[in-house]
């Protein structure tokens, strides 16, 4: 039998970031398609540990401060102690993550070009050209998140990101991590699952304060690799009654859900297996 292939590696996108000129996010997320009813399973994240997890909205994110004190880092002198001394890098990569995994509706119902037009639309202007790699190389899943037909998001999705202070070779660096959830729902069974993704932003600083340059790198969880085949990077949560779903929605819940944040040394560890995926969290395919 051939080996088996993820469909859910990651990828590193580098790239110059633009961190002027961004429109400001929303403070709340789309609306699920479909309501919950009696007959719907209880949202598995209704009820979440608030020292895990910030909040519900990226504004909540944007409050969060930076972690690391100006003196712990030589390079970060000439900014200065202010958080606000990166507000608009901080701005532009908030406005990317909500146009990519925050706004399902958004992008539901769109054609391929259309969807990858609107997160064009969010980028920075540098990361486009990669990003178009990635999606032509079938993975789309990993910067736009939008459900299958069949499938629909409950409520409001789950946050848990941190903010770094670092520093690289005398170069100031901000640093975001952590975890966005949401709850799905298959609409024909009422099966209710989770469809998580890890996220890992390094930024290089200029003098100023701006980016100059910046990677990420994306791991999803909870999906069925193998439809995802079927549904040209569309997302199918692993909702099956098999044990194989079953397995993969526990092991997010266990390894991604239970422990949602990403420290600063995986962030800058680009080997470090809390950003190199988990294949025990998703349905792979023969």
Not at 184 to 190: A, D, F, P, Y
């Amino acid at each position: 039998m051939t080996p088996r292939r993820p469909l859910v590696r990651r990828r590193d996108l580098a790239g110059l970031l633009a961190a002027s000129g961004t429109a400001a996010i929303a403070a709340g997320c789309s609306m699920s398609r479909v309501p919950t009813s009696d007959q719907v399973p209880r949202d598995p994240l209704a009820s979440l540990d608030e020292a895990r997890w910030d909040g519900r909205t990226l504004a909540d994110v944007l409050a969060l401060p930076l972690t690391g004190e100006v003196s712990e880092f030589e390079a970060w002198t000439g900014l200065g102690p202010e958080d606000a001394a990166v507000d608009p890098v901080r701005q532009a990569l908030t406005d990317f993550l909500a146009a990519a995994y925050l706004s399902p509706d958004a992008l539901h119902g769109l054609d391929d070009a259309a969807a990858r037009a609107r997160i064009d639309g969010a980028a920075p202007t540098y990361w486009q050209d990669v990003l178009h790699q990635a999606w032509d190389s079938g993975e789309r899943h990993l910067y736009a998140f939008t459900l299958a037909e069949g499938f629909a998001t409950i409520g409001r999705p789950a946050l848990a990101m941190d903010w770094f202070r670092g520093q690289r070779e005398g170069t100031a660096l901000l640093l975001l991590g952590g975890t966005l959830a949401w709850s799905v729902l298959e609409t024909s069974t009422h099966a209710v699952g989770v469809i998580a993704y890890r996220v890992g932003v390094v930024a290089d600083l200029a003098a100023d304060g701006t980016a100059s340059t910046a990677t990420i790198r994306v791991t999803i969880h909870g999906l069925d690799g193998c439809a995802l085949r079927d549904h040209g990077g569309l997302v199918v949560p692993a909702l099956g009654k098999d044990a194989e779903h079953r397995q993969a929605q526990q092991a997010t819940m266990d390894t991604v859900i239970a422990a949602p944040r990403i420290r600063r040394e995986d962030l800058l560890d680009p080997e470090s297996a809390a950003l190199n995926g988990d294949d025990a969290t998703n349905v792979l395919c023969p």
